[in-house]
């Protein structure tokens, strides 16, 4: 399975805008769809966003539509999380995930067999 590594986490203040970036460790990435998930403290982890493996069917979660964008870049082997107007609710450990699905995305946390560690967002008031 593919190993991804997620980076661009840190201590923002609210609203403003953070970039997660999602590092695969081999071309083996172009097999996955992805999603990117949140767990904040004391709650269940949820699903924030999700891309098919081409990039062209998206998902997003109600709480984070207009002010997330996920992207992907096949040829880097990198996927994207793209954050704006931050609240600090959001504040959580963000984790890429990969799924292998030839078309399209899912947001069925089981489908997901490569996890990333996770990169902390904290965003203050």
């Known amino acids: 399975q593919v190993q991804l590594v997620e980076s661009g986490g840190g201590l923002v203040k609210a609203g403003d805008s953070l970039t997660l970036s999602c590092a695969a460790s081999?071309?083996?990435?172009?097999?996955?769809?992805m999603g990117w998930f949140r767990k904040a403290p004391g709650k269940e982890r949820e699903i924030v966003a999700a891309?098919?493996?081409?990039?062209?069917?998206?998902y997003y979660a109600d709480s984070v539509k207009g002010r997330f964008t996920i992207s992907r870049d096949n040829w880097k082997n990198t996927a994207y999380l793209d954050m704006s107007s931050l609240k600090p609710a959001e504040t959580a450990l963000y984790y890429c995930?990969?799924?292998?699905?030839?078309?399209?995305?899912?947001?069925?946390?089981?489908?997901?067999?490569?996890w990333g560690e996770g990169t902390q967002v904290t965003v203050s008031s």
């Open positions: 891309i098919s493996r081409s990039g062209t069917d998206l």
């Open positions: 995930a990969g799924a292998i699905k030839l078309i399209g995305f899912t947001v069925a946390e089981a489908d997901y067999k490569s």
């Open positions: 081999d071309a083996a990435f172009t097999l996955y769809a």
